[in-house]
């Protein structure tokens, strides 16, 4: 056989049952990747012949004597093909993961097909962007600026990464190929709840290729947590690396380790495991009652009580509540449902280890490789000296990789084997297995006064932990946000987080106040109706104002800096921008059309310890390094923070060359989540980029004898004077003094400052068919200065739209036993570009942040309002109040008013 | 995905592959399905691309279409005049969940015999009244009516080792009226329920067909138009179990939509040019 790869010829024969996707892989194509496997996502596009096709479900054979074109042959670094230079300059990308499918397909569209994007570009699936600069990408829309030096701050420069993400040479995780690497495949239980009383291991080390089978008894019989915080005491040890115990459909049982992925896949296959199969139980309320199944003994004492599986139990009371709702003329009490909702980050997860002079090294995909790297230590009893954790460029997260789940196992294989070993996550066990968004139940009671103002405030939630702790007492603390929001003399918050037989929840985007704020946001509304006031009105009334305590969990000191009103400006903004746009058709007679807003506001950083360390070192080459442990996933972390040490410095980002995520080459970072990769890494980088700014400005001041104040960075020199000193000057100079212009700096995520927002959508709803169409979506946000106004854009539009596809077309079956029914792309709809509208941006400015340039992290809180404005539109459109998410057609058409009027008889 | 299972592709199989099928084999037309799952209990592909039927065959009583015929193929088939009816051919494979690239390689005869409830080869198959050709182990052919080859979601009635070598759609039909329904949980996702109503010029019957609402295709037949009553009715009839619950849609709801959309292709057949 003969296969021409981008014009070279390979001699190599792949399997015959490979695919195309792992053939061109193992012949050293990292631009083609894997996102679903399964033909869903076609991040794995690539040309056969110039035609498109997904190559993970195209047999590696077809491929025989046909030109294959891939993300790397369509153009090269420095000489990109159009289509590539224009997703880097709109740009069409944040995590990157997509990007070469999305290339690829779109560099091969009809004038028809760029004219009908919604269908054309159905095979693509981006969880990051919202598709609004997708769109861009392919019309050639630009967006990205080259800054000026010490401009770049304000300027919408493109991410570091952006020409070897466009081009398919950005290395993701599992983009690399070690010689006599083995493989792992982990098999799942079938059973909700089960005792393993055996693992027969002989048939299955018998297969050939098989190096190893895991089982509870070969792991550190060590209890940990998954969940990534640096103090891992705000996290509950109930997880062992393997268990003789399994207490959820999909949990690992054991692990195997071959030559090959089909090989380890056949000894999982031939393993033969006894249950001893025990009654599970799978809503929290239930598992809280006497005589449930229980799933956990006592031996970690944060577990509050084990009898009824609570892990963490809040009773906040300030003021009294009861007086509260005395003195209320009106009262409002719903019960509200957020349901278990996934990433879905394109990128599944994986992870590598090697052993490198004694070291064992692991590469994965991971948001925080410091705390992944104290994990391990702990596990495998290593010293910190001999562990490196790190990243290369991760493939999105949303909170899904602030969780240590494949880490461990390549690590035990490694240090067992001394070998290379590679764990790579399955679609299917993502949802299967990977911590999907805390089920929460919330019964929300208002008290007002005619006029709107509250009288009493009280929230019951109750969320759904899993079967293991990881995020679930943080997530219901999280929860308060959603209280903190409005000012009442009387709250009242009582939150559960149990345990159930189901995939432990974990970290999403939006952290335990998503689920709280459609609880919180719809009551509002309804109780605005009730008071016969406009919804904006009556957030006017009650939200909380700078000056104002933010009120949660407990009236007492905090850490908070708000100053300035940002949220009221949210809400004006909202409500005029929907006045603006009222008016339009109903997209035909059976529609009925109506608005919703929602409001929310968190801190810039979770209350948790978060801490990360920057170095910054001119180098002779002139450039300057900036070392940083926070890991690129999308977010736009990195190319902020070169804005800022760029501004620091007085040049542009094309000097400063970015080392990140590598605990060998970074100092600790706590990680990209809770929005703290802006807010707190990025005032480290602030901090030892001023420094080695005045260092080099003192140093120039002594050199020419001009005083310090008189001396300023000047790209790459200094003005002292009138006097200019090139840096190439000042580095041999301070060189021969053995003298280095470098500095680190720390930063911590206390004191924290505010962010907030409001959203709006116009929607319409077929009364028949109980379809929902979004007509108009608006977000105004509070993010402070606004650091690089094209990310900002982009991570509040891609909150809005993955807030759209957990409220509108996203949803998670089981089955009577607790099986996922639908763990694929094919039946778990995230939105394509064709389900998601364009949503206007509105930034507010405000100025009392104590983030770095005053900058406020934003990715998280954008999500907050999408689900409760959407369900007050649909009520405002049809007058029935949905209080279970997600809104798809099927659960919303039974209850529409007047089909009767459209009657079909 | 990989099927680490499969030790053999048969890349050039005989003209009448079937005589060598043996328990672990599968039939490899696109591999657009069977790449996307896992198959571990399959030993050996048998390529039926290799056979290079012929696509897309005008005959003087219809067209015959191959089960390698790909969606692609299918889509860009030019109309022939006075075949009304072929315009289903465009909006069924605008019907499949996966998009214009899946479409190359992806095939008629791969999605008839898939028999997913949401198969639109199916819909459009059974909604012009094709027959399909089978070629069984033993070198016998038999021919089934679209309508009874799926048996539920799933499931069909091929014998182990049975092909689908072609499916023949009559001319009469392709000359007749048609309108159509499709309604998606989603903007432009997987079928829910997708209805064909076709009439024959000239007259005022109905043939309602069906389909994804149900783990089988459903033909509901009048040979005038009904009334909305009589319709609904009709559509009542079907009995409960055979309304599909998957996450694509719940039994009520699609029956609910079917109601719906089948009158509104009754109107649109009723409304229309009867000349």
Known sequence: ?905 | MDLNTITEVVRRPSERPSADWHEGDAWLAGGTWLYSTEQPDLRRLIDLTALRWEPLVPTGDGLEISATCTIRDLYAFPRPQGWTAAHLFRTSCEAFLSSFKVWNAATVGGNICMSLPAGPMITLTVALEARYELWAPDGSVRFVDALDFVTGDHRNVLAPGEILRRVTVPEHALRKRTAHRRFSLTRLGRSTVFLVGTQRLGADDLLLTVTAGTTRPVRIAFDSLPDARTLRRSIDAVPADVWFADPNGTPDHRRHLTRHFAEEIRRELTAGDLA
Request: proline share 6%.
């Open chain 1, 1 to 905: 056989m003969n296969y021409i790869v981008n014009g070279k010829e390979f001699d190599r024969e792949p399997a015959p049952g490979q695919c195309l996707r792992t053939f061109l892989r193992e012949l050293g194509h990292f631009g083609v990747k894997k996102g679903c496997d399964a033909g869903d996502c076609g991040a794995c596009t690539v040309w056969l012949d110039g035609t498109p096709v997904h190559s993970c479900i195209t047999p590696a054979f077809r491929a025989d004597g046909r030109d294959v074109t891939t993300i790397e042959g369509l153009g090269r670094p420095g000489a990109p093909h159009p289509m590539q230079r224009q997703f880097e300059d709109a740009p069409g990308f944040q995590c990157g993961f997509c990007t070469a499918g999305m290339i690829m397909t779109s560099a091969t569209f009809t004038e028809d097909q760029k004219a009908d994007l919604p269908r054309a570009l159905k095979g693509n699936l981006c969880r990051c962007t919202g598709y609004r600069a997708i769109e861009d990408a392919v019309k050639g829309v630009r967006a990205v600026e080259t800054a000026a030096p010490g401009k770049a701050v304000g300027a919408s420069v493109g991410a570091p990464a952006g020409h070897d993400v466009v081009t398919g040479h950005a290395e993701f995780t599992m983009d690399t190929h070690i010689d006599g690497m083995l493989h792992l495949k982990v098999l799942h239980s079938p059973h909700a709840h089960a005792r393993i009383r055996s693992v027969d291991k002989s048939a299955a080390l018998a297969v050939p290729g098989v190096q190893r089978v895991y089982t509870w008894e070969d792991v550190p019989r060590k209890r940990f947590n998954t969940a990534i915080h640096t103090d891992h005491l705000v996290d509950p040890d109930d997880t062992f690396i393997l268990d003789d115990m399994v207490r959820f459909a999909g949990q690992r049982v054991a692990a195997v380790l071959a030559d090959t992925v089909g090989a380890a896949e056949e000894g999982c296959r031939r393993l033969v495991v006894e249950y001893e199969v025990l009654p599970a139980v799978f809503d929290p309320e239930a598992a809280m009652a006497d005589g449930a199944p229980q799933l956990h003994g006592c031996d970690d004492p944060f577990v509050r009580d084990p009898v009824h599986n609570i892990l963490v139990e809040l009773h906040s009371h300030i003021g009294d509540v009861d007086a509260g709702f005395a003195a209320a003329d009106v009262i409002h009490e719903g019960t509200y449902f957020s349901p278990r909702v996934q990433h879905a980050h394109l990128e599944t997860h994986g992870a590598i280890a090697w052993m490198e002079d004694g070291r064992l090294n692991v590469r994965t995909s991971s948001q925080s490789p410091s705390i992944a790297k104290v994990k391990l230590e702990y596990l495998f009893a290593l010293r910190p000296d001999r562990v490196r954790v790190f990243c290369k460029r991760v493939g999105g997260g949303f909170g899904g990789k602030q969780e240590v789940i494949a880490e461990d196992l390549v690590a035990l294989a490694t240090l067992d084997t001394g070998r290379p070993s590679c764990l790579e996550y399955t679609r299917e066990e993502e949802f299967t297995t990977a911590s999907p968004r805390h089920p929460m139940t919330l019964t929300v009671k208002l008290g007002a006064k005619a006029d709107g103002t509250l009288t009493a405030f009280q929230v019951r939630n109750v969320s759904n932990t899993g079967a293991y702790g990881n995020h679930g007492g943080e997530t219901v603390y999280a929860g308060g946000a959603a209280v903190m929001i409005y000012r009442c003399p009387n709250k009242r918050y009582d939150a559960y987080s149990v345990y159930t037989n189901t995939v432990p929840s974990g970290a999403l985007r939006g952290y335990g106040m998503t689920q709280p704020a459609f609880a919180v946001e719809s009551a509002m509304d309804e109780l605005a109706r009730a008071l016969h006031l406009g919804p904006l009105e009556l957030r006017r009334r009650n939200i909380v104002r700078p000056g104002e305590p933010l009120v949660a969990l407990h009236d007492g000191p905090d850490d908070v800096i708000f100053t300035e009103d940002g949220l009221a400006p949210c809400i004006d903004l909202v409500g005029k921008a929907l006045a603006r746009t009222a008016g339009r058709p109903p997209p035909g007679p059976e529609w009925l059309v109506g608005v919703g807003v929602a409001s929310s506001l968190h801190e810039t950083a979770p209350p948790t310890e978060h801490l990360s360390e920057a170095w910054v070192t001119l180098g002779d080459d002139l450039l300057y390094e900036l070392a940083v442990g926070t890991v690129e996933f999308g977010e736009g972390t990195s190319t902020a923070h070169v804005q800022i040490a760029a501004d620091q410095l007085g040049t542009t980002p094309s000097r400063i060359r970015l080392v990140q995520s590598d605990t060998d080459r970074t100092g600790f970072d706590t990680g990209a989540f809770a929005s703290a990769g802006l807010f707190v890494a990025g005032n480290a980088v602030l901090r030892a980029a001023g420094a080695v700014r005045d260092r080099i400005l003192e140093f120039a001041a002594a050199h020419t004898g001009v005083h310090v104040v008189m001396c300023t960075m000047d790209d790459d020199g200094v003005v002292c004077g009138d006097r200019r000193v090139s840096l190439a000057e000042l580095v041999a100079l301070a060189r021969a003094r053995g003298i280095r212009f470098t500095a680190a700096r720390k930063a911590y995520g206390s004191p924290r400052s505010v962010t907030s927002n409001t959203q709006g959508f116009r929607v319409a709803v077929h009364r028949v068919t109980g379809e929902i169409r979004i007509l108009y979506s608006v977000q105004a946000a509070d993010a402070g200065v606004i650091i690089n106004p094209a990310q900002v854009r982009g991570q509040i539009e891609g909150g809005v739209a993955q807030g759209i596809g957990f409220a509108l077309t996203e949803n998670h079956h089981l089955d009577d036993s607790g099986v996922m029914v639908n763990p694929n792309f094919r039946n778990y709809r995230i939105p394509t570009y064709a389900d998601i509208p364009r949503t206007e941006v509105l930034l507010v400015g405000s100025a009392d942040s104590v983030g770095p340039m005053r900058a406020k992290g934003m990715a998280e809180c954008c999500i907050n309002p999408v689900a409760p404005a959407l369900a007050n539109a649909v009520h405002d459109a049809t007058g029935v109040r949905y209080r279970a998410l997600p809104l798809t057609p099927e659960r919303v058409y039974g209850r529409l008013p007047a089909e009767q009027s459209v009657s079909t008889g």
